[in-house]
């Protein structure tokens, strides 16, 4: 392996408070939601926007779908409390306001040190760029692949030979690694891939073990 190539959502980064969001912008129309069932709400409406269904829908292809379509699906969320699709939406969606797990530098650094070249592949509306810079990590990857500058999204394996393309390395020579089946695409394009189980251990994704693929 001469690189490896990370989703971002749910892979290095995740949203840390959409239960919370839920309760203050249901607490500010006037409806009391407890903590459990507010988590509950994410859950549910976070697993379905992660279906063949919805990820079918083009969002990640401009920043006007990625609106439309995720506020359609939020909506399940206003019978609970009106307003909270926008809140969700304008609070939990937005890329800066996610954070990286506790062992994305960590691993992300280990794999530097090792020499290999690292690429980010996201179906994301927005340049990452920055993201990655507020937090210190940007001089840890050696590209962006974004699905709008793209104009393909995941599973799509265009997408994935854009990101090796970009990394000056052949698709055989390259790890996929992410958490949903979408990133499996990766096969068709010729690469390897490992898909990070679904339990998480608190605030560590499991990303070690890339680091132990790659020896």
Do not use: C
Request: aromatic content about 6%.
């Amino acid at each position: 392996m001469r690189a490896v190539l990370f989703d971002w959502g749910d892979t290095l980064f995740h949203a840390p408070h959409a239960p919370e969001v839920i309760v203050s912008a249901a607490r500010e129309a006037g409806v009391g939601v407890s903590e459990v069932d507010a988590r509950g709400l994410w859950d549910e409406i976070w697993t379905a926007g992660k279906t063949p269904e919805e990820i079918g829908k083009g969002r990640d292809l401009s920043p006007e779908a990625h609106r439309r379509v995720w506020i359609d699906l939020f909506a399940r969320a206003d019978r609970v409390a009106p307003g909270l699709s926008r809140a969700l939406y304008e609070q939990v969606m937005d890329p800066h306001s996610w954070v990286p797990y506790a062992d994305t530098g960590p691993v992300l650094r280990e794999l530097r040190a090792r020499r290999l070249r690292i690429g980010v592949v996201s179906n994301v509306p927005a340049d990452l760029r920055p993201v990655f810079a507020k937090h210190r990590l940007d001089s840890l990857v050696d590209s962006f692949t974004h699905s709008f500058e793209v104009g393909a999204e995941k599973p799509d394996p265009a997408i994935f030979l854009a990101a090796a393309k970009s990394l000056g390395v052949a698709p055989n020579e390259t790890l996929m690694v992410g958490d949903h089946p979408v990133d499996a695409g990766a096969e068709r394009a010729g690469m390897r891939v490992f898909i990070l189980p679904g339990e998480i251990d608190g605030e560590v994704r499991g990303l070690k073990r890339v680091v132990d693929l790659v020896k």
